[in-house]
């Protein structure tokens, strides 16, 4: 009889230990790496021939949201394509417990516009099987997975189920706080990882489907202190932040005594515009708090933003107070602000505004995320005449009919009922600032936004990208520190205790791949959501198996099926 259940035969192992490849095999037995060596092929009942092919940890996707979209899809795509084998969801504060029956709906249009998710698919995928944190969690365990999870306590609902919509912009009273602070301990002492804000102040681009901040964009600094010395009392946990208060967000490592994990380092504006300061400036803050004893982990952009909208679902130039004004609403209500003159005028004021800020400080980089619709493409007209724009710019279409990019755009948007798809392609990627930012001691690679954003974005590649773009055609650094930080290192800054390693006794979670083929496919709309909803899509080429607690869920790009994914409490 067989000892193991599968052999990866003569593998190039790189163990996420940073320990120097080697060619070995790896026998997995009961979900388990069992052993690693030289093992004969007859000790096992499946032999996969791992020859030329590197066998490395699977990857640790640490910020997702995909708290909803793990009941209908148990591989959590975009990631599962992408070789992760866990992810990590209630990030940015967000999350549906603890909410009451009566408060589903709100719930879900809550983060309709804020993630770029119909609350009507929401609403026919979820089970709402539950009220509290701990309810949700044990939903979370009955459900088939694909890969692993771990879940932060969003802020958000606590706050919002203590002190109501109207809480909104102002502070906890203390017997609030103290209702609040139970609900974390009961979250904690049921399995979440820790908690998670958004900290983007009254300006924030995620914001309510009403236009309004989310209740942590604008909560009390007291307020998140307050959950902070929770985790000290509990000694236990971890911090996800979203936000540019520095001096605060030190000050939450402080109190908890606990990591936090800091977003978002970039070099340009992140995936929803934001930036947060110079490059360096953020690595020295990072150095001297770590320096200081306070654990905090700058979780960097590091695949390129391509974004593809267009003015029927598009929310992220939603911190601009003008776009909201005529980006809120239905599709209806949308073509009726964009008509509006007054409305138009104070875009085109603004915009102008921006590119002369731009043109004084080329760096300056919050305005030139908007000033960069001049190179925004017209990617799919749904006209003739929309057709006969595709691949060129929304500057040179402003050019040749001596109109304002603004009215260009929109005009376009309008004679197409708001269909034309747009796109926006980003600069080049400066090697050598990304070769120093994902060497910098304290940085982790990402981001994914799994989840979120989905009609626009497809950074859930950005395991793959990371791996072939900058490690293997630019040789930012070598495989072994690669696979450190997408999985170990990954791993130990958001508290999973047993992963992201290759190590006898370690549970099999395990990517087996062709470096020389390693690759993401072109984006494609899949129509593959609950109530008919669609996607923006890119998935790989070049894995060969993706194995999750000894069961191999992909292989060659295919899915098998397997739903051996735990729910990990406490990070195990």
């Given at each position: 009889?067989?000892?193991?259940?599968?052999?990866?035969?003569?593998?190039?192992v790189?163990?996420?230990?940073?320990?120097?490849?080697?060619?070995?095999?790896?026998?997995?037995?009961?979900?388990?790496?069992?052993?690693?060596?030289?093992?004969?092929e007859?000790?096992?009942e499946?032999?996969?021939?791992?020859?030329?092919?590197?066998v490395?940890?699977?990857?640790?996707?640490?910020?997702?949201?995909?708290?909803?979209?793990?009941?209908?899809?148990?591989?959590c795509?975009?990631?599962?394509?992408?070789?992760?084998?866990?992810?990590?969801?209630?990030?940015?504060?967000?999350?549906?417990?603890?909410?009451?029956?009566?408060?589903?709906?709100?719930?879900?249009?809550?983060?309709?516009?804020n993630?770029?998710?119909?609350?009507?698919?929401?609403?026919?995928?979820?089970p709402?099987?539950?009220?509290?944190?701990?309810?949700?969690?044990?939903?979370?365990?009955r459900?088939?997975?694909?890969?692993?999870?771990?879940?932060?306590?969003?802020?958000?609902?606590?706050?919002?189920?203590?002190?109501?919509?109207?809480?909104?912009?102002?502070?906890?009273?203390?017997?609030?706080?103290?209702?609040?602070?139970?609900?974390?301990?009961?979250?904690?002492?049921?399995?979440?990882?820790?908690?998670?804000?958004?900290?983007?102040g009254?300006d924030?681009?995620?914001?309510?489907?009403?236009?309004?901040?989310?209740?942590?964009?604008?909560?009390?600094?007291?307020?998140?202190?307050?959950?902070?010395?929770?985790?000290?009392?509990?000694?236990?946990?971890?911090?996800?932040?979203?936000?540019?208060?520095?001096?605060?967000?030190?000050?939450?490592?402080?109190?908890?005594?606990?990591?936090?994990?800091?977003?978002?380092?970039?070099?340009?504006?992140?995936q929803?515009?934001?930036?947060?300061?110079?490059?360096?400036?953020?690595?020295?803050?990072?150095?001297?708090?770590?320096?200081?004893?306070?654990?905090?982990?700058?979780?960097?952009?590091?695949?390129?933003?391509?974004?593809?909208?267009?003015?029927?679902?598009?929310?992220?130039?939603?911190?601009?107070?003008?776009?909201?004004?005529?980006?809120?609403?239905?599709?209806?209500?949308?073509?009726?602000?964009?008509?509006?003159?007054?409305?138009?005028?104070?875009?085109i004021?603004?915009?102008?505004?921006?590119?002369?800020?731009?043109?004084?400080?080329?760096?300056?980089?919050?305005?030139?995320?908007?000033?960069?619709?001049?190179?925004?493409?017209?990617?799919?007209?749904?006209?003739?005449a929309?057709?006969?724009?595709?691949?060129?710019t929304?500057?040179?279409?402003?050019?040749?009919?001596?109109?304002?990019?603004i009215?260009?755009?929109?005009?376009?948007?309008?004679?197409?009922?708001?269909?034309?798809?747009?796109?926006?392609?980003?600069?080049?990627?400066?090697?050598?600032?990304?070769?120093?930012?994902?060497?910098?001691?304290f940085?982790?690679?990402?981001?994914?936004?799994?989840?979120?954003?989905m009609?626009?974005?497809?950074?859930?590649?950005?395991?793959?990208?990371?791996?072939?773009?900058?490690?293997?055609?630019?040789?930012?650094?070598?495989?072994?520190?690669?696979?450190?930080?997408?999985?170990?290192?990954?791993?130990?800054?958001a508290?999973?205790?047993?992963?992201?390693?290759?190590?006898?006794?370690?549970?099999?979670?395990?990517?087996?791949?062709?470096?020389?083929?390693?690759?993401?496919?072109?984006?494609?709309?899949?129509?593959?959501?609950?109530?008919?909803?669609?996607?923006?899509?890119?998935?790989?080429?070049?894995?060969?198996?993706?194995?999750?607690?000894?069961?191999?869920?992909?292989?060659?790009?295919?899915?098998?099926?397997?739903?051996?994914?735990?729910?990990?409490?406490?990070?195990?």
């Amino acid at each position: 009889m067989a000892r193991y259940d599968l052999l990866l035969k003569g593998g190039t192992v790189i163990d996420g230990q940073r320990t120097p490849r080697y060619t070995g095999d790896i026998a997995i037995a009961d979900g388990r790496i069992a052993q690693m060596g030289n093992v004969a092929e007859s000790e096992a009942e499946r032999v996969f021939n791992a020859n030329d092919l590197i066998v490395a940890p699977g990857f640790i996707d640490l910020h997702t949201h995909f708290d909803s979209q793990i009941f209908w899809d148990p591989y959590c795509t975009m990631s599962g394509w992408h070789g992760v084998t866990s992810v990590v969801i209630g990030n940015c504060g967000f999350g549906f417990a603890p909410v009451q029956p009566e408060d589903r709906e709100r719930a879900m249009l809550t983060l309709e516009r804020n993630e770029a998710i119909r609350a009507t698919t929401m609403a026919a995928g979820m089970p709402w099987d539950w009220v509290t944190y701990p309810e949700f969690l044990d939903s979370l365990e009955r459900t088939p997975k694909g890969v692993n999870v771990l879940s932060y306590m969003g802020l958000a609902p606590i706050m919002t189920s203590v002190m109501g919509e109207q809480g909104k912009g102002r502070a906890a009273t203390a017997e609030e706080q103290q209702k609040m602070g139970a609900l974390l301990s009961e979250a904690l002492d049921a399995g979440a990882c820790g908690f998670s804000a958004q900290m983007l102040g009254a300006d924030s681009v995620q914001r309510d489907y009403d236009g309004t901040p989310m209740i942590t964009d604008i909560m009390a600094p007291d307020d998140l202190l307050f959950f902070a010395e929770v985790l000290r009392e509990k000694g236990r946990g971890f911090v996800q932040v979203l936000g540019s208060d520095f001096d605060l967000f030190e000050k939450v490592a402080e109190v908890s005594g606990r990591p936090v994990i800091w977003n978002t380092l970039e070099f340009a504006a992140d995936q929803h515009g934001n930036t947060y300061g110079y490059w360096k400036d953020m690595l020295k803050w990072l150095e001297r708090c770590n320096e200081r004893g306070n654990r905090i982990f700058g979780h960097a952009v590091t695949c390129n933003i391509e974004t593809q909208f267009s003015f029927e679902d598009w929310n992220l130039y939603d911190g601009n107070p003008n776009w909201r004004a005529v980006t809120l609403g239905s599709i209806s209500k949308r073509i009726e602000n964009m008509r509006d003159k007054d409305l138009r005028q104070a875009l085109i004021d603004d915009f102008d505004h921006k590119c002369e800020k731009v043109k004084a400080k080329p760096d300056h980089m919050a305005g030139a995320y908007l000033s960069s619709i001049c190179n925004t493409v017209v990617a799919e007209g749904k006209t003739p005449a929309g057709k006969e724009l595709e691949g060129y710019t929304i500057g040179e279409i402003a050019a040749c009919d001596n109109k304002h990019p603004i009215d260009t755009m929109l005009d376009i948007a309008l004679s197409e009922n708001l269909e034309t798809v747009f796109q926006r392609i980003p600069k080049e990627t400066d090697m050598d600032i990304m070769e120093e930012v994902i060497n910098a001691p304290f940085t982790l690679p990402g981001l994914s936004d799994g989840g979120a954003h989905m009609k626009f974005l497809t950074t859930g590649r950005y395991p793959t990208d990371f791996i072939g773009r900058l490690v293997r055609d630019n040789n930012l650094m070598d495989l072994e520190q690669a696979h450190w930080r997408l999985s170990g290192y990954s791993a130990m800054a958001a508290g999973f205790t047993d992963r992201g390693l290759l190590r006898e006794g370690a549970p099999a979670d395990i990517v087996v791949y062709d470096y020389d083929e390693l690759d993401s496919l072109p984006p494609e709309r899949l129509h593959d959501f609950p109530a008919d909803d669609w996607r923006l899509v890119q998935k790989s080429k070049g894995y060969r198996l993706t194995i999750v607690n000894g069961e191999v869920t992909f292989q060659d790009g295919e899915c098998t099926g397997a739903t051996p994914g735990f729910l990990l409490r406490h990070g195990r």
